[in-house]
């Protein structure tokens, strides 16, 4: 997941990516920053580097949830994965953090 706070650079960089102003390696684009994009169903996208943050699949269930229910509404669901030891509470609030980043 990128950080909505890195959004304006990860914006650039895809529009240089476009303009084939980045170099391809492999695979990967590789901007001045160090995030490796990739290409997947016709869409640029950052793979890794900064700002990229990797979340488990328990996480990004966590961030649907968050989505479709709003930090009220997902209160329960992140109670039992920490209860059942799904998730830490670090693993509960990073998501919550990046959650409160993105606009809504």
Known sequence: MADPDHKPQID??????????????????????????????????????????????MQHQLVKELNNKGLDGAGRMMDALRQRGILTADEVAQVVDLWNKCPR
């Not at 001045?32 to 990229?52: M, Q, T």
């Open 12 to 57: 650039a960089e895809i529009d240089e990516i476009v303009a084939g102003n980045v170099e391809k390696v492999g695979e990967h684009w590789i901007a001045p920053s160090g995030r490796r994009y990739a290409r997947h169903n016709d869409s640029l996208h950052p793979v890794d580097g900064p700002g990229i943050v990797d979340l488990s699949r």
